[in-house]
């Protein structure tokens, strides 16, 4: 009956995959019960359930600075947030252990992109039937952004491979549908990483596609309505208002790591540490600073800003170098490894002004495409061995999670 149990496995992956675009509850559900079954098969195959991965030691590290950083902290005792973003790393060892063949990894693509695509028809209607007020998918506009920014990049992914011309037609009407809405989330970091992450992927695939790319945007926001024009153009004003609120969060945040350089203030909320960093003209307080650089530096210390620089820029490379070596017939797993590459750079961007590190929504879906990048190495690793060839990848890099006890 154990057998059962990897399909049991997919089952709640594909439901939580569905619901990280529109439900916590859902989502954390049936995370829950996939972790349990696919722990539950590995254990009684003898097996460790986390496939070793080539980040571990970065997750490691991770997780020993976080909770240094908290130990230290000055306010004591606050390890909920910490540790919350401790329990969604495993995401990235089920995604990348239990996706083990190219139809799973395609459902996963395919039903977050049709989740989505169904979602964003929603928004388009609630906005339109609202008085023009930024919207909202999820519980803010910001995490919307993120969200559909996310998607979107993973679904374009499926435009820029040698795909057939349907799958790339669908993929393309589908991706133009959720952009619709991310622009009435009016969230300027999100729209600069989808452009971001749309650049590397047509870097990664094809330079020539960049081309289009420039005028393309240019047209967009010669054509686009005043409000979303003016929101696209206020994101290069030093004078605009939440522009300069955010330069005052930032230079609080160095002032903090300048204060506090070993382990940093403390993994927690910072409105009531930041009264007391901000500028005078400043006249917002938040819980964060707006920058994932910034943040990290000052709740973990420039230990934890030198490890997570290092642990995404290796990710990072990682997963651009999957994409180019994925062949360009194999369209699905190309797609796939490519999207998981935009997917980064567009978090990336999006976190140079945004805190998206501490947005579980977020971090779930990044985790997944991290994963994800991960499986397609493996498949192909697992097809290789089968039939006989002995190279993993087109260049003959290792598998970033090797079978163990094969």
Known sequence: KEEYLPRVTEV????????????????????????LSWSLFMILHR??????CRYDWFFVAFIVIGTLSVIFAVEKGIWMPFLKRVVLIPIVYLIAGAVSGRKMAGRLVFTLSAVMLLFSFIGIWKYLASSGERLRLYNHYM??????????LTTF????????????????????????????????????????????????????????LVPA????????????KER??????????????????????IEMISDHPVTGVGDMDLSRLYGEYKSDEAQQVHGHLHNNMIMIGAIMGIPGLVLFLSMF??????????????????????????????VMTGFQINGLFEWNFGDSEIIMLLW????????????????????GNGTTLQSGMPAGCPERNQ
């Not at 097996?47 to 070793?52: A, C, G, K, Q």
């Not at 967009?220 to 005043?226: C, D, E, G, I, K």
């Not at 696209?232 to 945040?253: C, Q, V």
């Open 232 to 253: 696209a153009l206020s994101s290069f004003d030093p004078g605009h208002s939440s522009n300069i609120e955010r330069t005052y969060m930032w230079k609080a945040g």
């Open 157 to 212: 992914a499926f435009t820029l491979v040698k795909a057939p011309v349907r799958i790339r037609l669908i993929a393309l009407a589908a991706g133009v549908v959720m952009v619709v809405p991310l622009v009435f989330t009016f969230t300027r970091s999100s729209w600069l990483g989808l452009l971001g992450g749309l650049a590397v992927m047509m870097l990664i695939q094809s330079r020539k596609m960049l081309v289009v």
């Open 368 to 387: 997944i495409s991290v994963g994800l990048s991960l499986a397609v190495e493996r498949i192909i690793s697992r097809e290789a061995i089968v039939s």
């Open 313 to 342: 820029g290796w990710i990072f490379i990682s997963q651009i170098r999957t994409a180019l070596n994925v062949a360009q017939s194999d369209w699905l797993l190309r797609g796939i490894a490519l999207g998981s590459a935009g």
């Open 47 to 52: 097996r460790s359930p986390l496939v070793r």
């Open 143 to 152: 995490t919307s952004g993120g969200i559909l920014m996310i998607v979107a």
């Open 12 to 35: 709640f992956i594909i439901i939580f995959v569905a619901g990280s675009v529109f439900s916590i509850a859902v989502t954390q559900t049936a995370l829950g019960f996939a972790f």
């Open 217 to 228: 945007v240019v047209i967009l926001v010669l054509l686009a309505p005043a409000p979303v």
